[in-house]
């Protein structure tokens, strides 16, 4: 092999080429003596081609497809339903399915997959329900249907809701998330619904309380 700082005929490297060099190990942020090694394989050669790369260390593992895609689903709809998940639930599901893992190779898989134990981005799983959906849809469609003009008028003074939700005894255990995923959250015991309406004749975005001259905005009064 030629020494790092020759060509391939064995001549040595001009002052032009040497500044190459240089000008390239400073831009890589490598040593000169790489660039030298790599120029020597070059030359080396031949043929126009560099000595093929060989993978150091372990292969790199995936996990199983099935198993992959199991947990992807399970994880999936818990979350939307609102369940709790924890590693000996994910256990024994498998199980049900055939496949017996280790508790550890669970936890590698969840964490290669990008999932993780915490409580995620909570909405409470009524907020999705088939007739709040429908009800925000119809209660949008009359508010466009209600404007008119340049301006985007009002015809009719218009009705604003304040709902909130709220269980007596709501808490939120870790379960298995994906990242920014969204878990619908049930609570639990009796369900509270805190239900308002306000007719804003002046201001779109402010009221004046009765019995009082202070402004304020229109959902304080429920407070």
């Known amino acids: 092999m030629n020494p790092p700082f020759l060509k391939r005929n064995g001549a040595l490297l ?21 660039i030298g090694s790599v120029v020597a394989d070059w030359n080396s050669r031949g043929d126009n081609t560099f000595i093929p790369h060989k993978v150091l260390g372990r292969p790199t593992l995936e996990p199983d497809e099935n198993i992959s895609e199991l947990l992807r689903m399970k994880i999936l709809n818990a979350n939307k339903m609102g369940e709790h998940l924890s590693t000996p639930i994910l256990r024994q599901y498998l199980s049900e399915q055939g496949l017996t ?19 995620g981005e909570r909405r409470n799983i009524l907020h999705e329900s088939p007739n709040n959906v429908a009800f925000r849809c119809h209660y ?45 959250s049930p609570g639990h015991g009796p369900l509270v619904v805190i239900f308002g309406a306000i007719i804003v004749q002046s201001s779109p975005s ?17 407070l």
């Not at 905005?217 to 429920?222: A, L, Q």
Request: proline share 4%; charged share 20%.
């Open 14 to 34: 001009t002052d032009n080429e040497k500044s190459m060099i240089i000008n390239v190990a400073e831009v890589l942020g490598v040593s000169e003596g790489t």
């Open 101 to 119: 893992i280790s508790k550890w190779k669970l936890l590698w898989i969840l964490h290669r997959l990008g999932y993780y134990f915490d409580q």
């Open 140 to 184: 949008l469609h009359f508010c466009f249907a209600n404007l008119e003009g340049k301006n985007d008028v009002p015809r009719l003074p218009e009705v604003f809701l304040d709902e909130s939700y709220c269980h007596l005894h709501h808490t939120s255990r870790n379960t298995w998330v994906p990242h920014q995923g969204v878990v619908l």
């Open 206 to 222: 402010i009221i004046t309380p009765f019995g009082t001259t202070k402004h304020c905005d229109y959902s304080e009064v429920f």
